[in-house]
């Protein structure tokens, strides 16, 4: 089976279907670019995917990422903030938001795989799994697809969330900068969608 188990070819065929609706739609991820024989490969595997199941499974993993992000804000940000910072009002603004920032990292970078990884595999059933195919390259195209989740993960965590929090604990206004950054990509990803649709 070229290396794929069947969970990690239904977590690969599930991926597809998102990415498949977000080309067909003639928009791109930045940060998620495929040749065309992976764009075949994923067509192929979203096939046996229909759009309620794809539903479920959007709806099973944010339940199961919000239960793992409380777990992580209850049972590691406020205990910890709790016994680091025991006079609130004598915590510097830096001290805080580095805690909160460490914890987004783990809740963000840890429990969204894994809410990923877990929802697949309750919402993937036998029938699905059955209708899957591993072909040759496909060990390929998961590993390639996790180094892109884990990039844009380690942007996040590494860059977005604490560069929010300076701008708060410092009180700078981000408002004009965070617009500009939202309508950079959306200018990005519009203009790539008109070139593929010209292409095509």
């Not at 595997?45 to 209850?74: D, H, K, M, R």
């Not at 006079?87 to 830096?94: G, H, Y």
């Not at 700078?172 to 070139?195: D, N, Q």
Request: hydrophobic share 55%.
């Amino acid at each position: 089976m070229d290396g794929m188990t069947s969970s990690a070819l239904a977590r690969l065929a599930f991926w597809a279907k998102g990415m498949v609706s977000i080309n067909d739609a003639r928009r791109e991820w930045p940060g998620f670019s495929y040749t065309d024989a992976e764009w075949a490969r994923m067509r192929t595997l979203s096939e046996p995917i229909g759009v309620g199941t794809y539903q479920l499974l959007t709806i099973v993993n944010a339940v199961i990422f919000i239960i793992i992000a409380a777990v992580g804000i209850f049972g590691a940000f406020l205990p910890l903030a709790t016994l680091l910072f025991p006079v609130p009002a004598d915590t510097s603004a830096l001290k805080f938001s580095s805690l909160l920032a460490a914890c987004t990292f783990l809740i963000i970078g840890l429990g969204l795989p894994i809410s990923m990884r877990v929802s697949a595999m309750l919402v993937g059933g036998k029938t699905m799994r059955a209708a899957l195919v591993s072909a040759p390259g496909d060990e390929a195209l998961a590993s390639k697809v996790s180094w892109q989740i884990n990039r844009i993960m380690m942007i996040l965590c590494g860059l977005l969330v604490p560069g929010i929090l300076l701008f708060i604990a410092y009180d700078i206004e981000a408002g004009p900068i965070i617009t500009a950054l939202a309508i950079a990509l959306m200018a990005v990803s519009t203009v790539t969608g008109f070139r593929r649709q010209r292409k095509s």
